[in-house]
């Protein structure tokens, strides 16, 4: 049996703790090294008592380990500057970071054919959130309206979060939706951001994980679709389908629906 070797960036971090453990339950996926923003030690353990190398210092720790691939939750800027370190070396990467801007896309996949290596962008590594996009795909052409309503952990970094984005751009590129103007807004930004017509609504709040709805109406009737993520771990039959993928093709792949090929 060949065995993937992977790198974790932001394996300190919740989503890269939660893929750390997930790697470790599998026989064909070894992890080799991880890094992190501040010094911690040189020593990653996982939760089978194994020790891997930890390190700030990616291009130092990619020359030691030499990994297969690269899965990467940190933000959006660390996160191109990890590809562009990285494409030096070849190495595949499955990239989860928040906030990847349609340029940014762009740039991953001139580098990765420059380089040929393959990268696969995930807004969201959950079946059940891929299923709500490709629903409301569906649905959307038969309605005038649609908001998207988006919640998580107080702690999150940006808003909207990058699925929310990806609905929104998706969605928006199908039609151009109704976003009606109210009359008087007694206070600023009440109908939330605007993309296409369609509104996004961010909550940040203690206790959420993840929770995305779309809200779809027109003449006397509404439809809404809604995801719950209630534990991190529903990420990680994606995150371990996509280090499987990503080692067998060259090229950039963006989102999960289009590995999973629904």
Do not use: W
Not at 21 to 31: G, K, P, Q
Not at 44 to 70: M, N, W, Y
Not at 135 to 151: G, T
Not at 245 to 262: A, C, H, S
């Amino acid at each position: 049996m060949t065995t993937i070797k992977v790198l974790i960036t932001g394996a300190t971090g919740k989503m890269g703790q939660e893929t750390v453990r997930a790697i470790s339950e599998e026989r064909d996926i070894t992890l080799v090294g991880a890094t992190c923003r501040t010094e911690r030690g040189s020593v990653l353990k996982t939760l089978s008592g194994e020790e891997v190398p930890l390190s700030t210092d990616l291009k130092a720790l990619i020359q030691h380990t030499t990994p297969d691939v690269i899965v990467d939750f940190t933000n959006s800027a660390t996160c191109m500057e990890i590809v562009k370190t990285a494409s030096a070396y070849s190495i595949n990467m499955v990239l989860g970071a928040s906030g990847l801007t349609n340029e940014d896309a762009n740039q991953i996949k001139t580098l990765a054919d420059q380089h040929s290596f393959g990268a696969i962008i995930a807004p969201n590594f959950a079946l059940g959130a891929v299923i709500l996009k490709k629903l409301a795909e569906q649905a959307a052409p038969y309605f005038e309206y649609l908001d998207i309503v988006e919640s998580h952990h107080e702690a999150k970094i940006d808003a909207p979060s990058g699925f929310a984005m990806n609905l929104a751009n998706d969605l928006g590129s199908i039609k151009n939706f109704t976003r009606n103007m109210t009359e008087k807004e007694n206070l600023s930004n009440t109908r939330g951001g605007e993309h296409h017509g369609i509104s996004i609504h961010s909550i940040r709040m203690p206790g959420r994980v993840a929770q995305h709805e779309v809200i779809m109406g027109t003449a006397g009737q509404t439809l809404s679709i809604r995801h719950d993520t209630l534990g991190r771990d529903c990420y990680m039959p994606g995150v371990i389908l996509c280090i499987r993928k990503v080692v067998m093709q060259t090229g950039l792949v963006l989102g999960l629906e289009n590995v999973l090929e629904i």
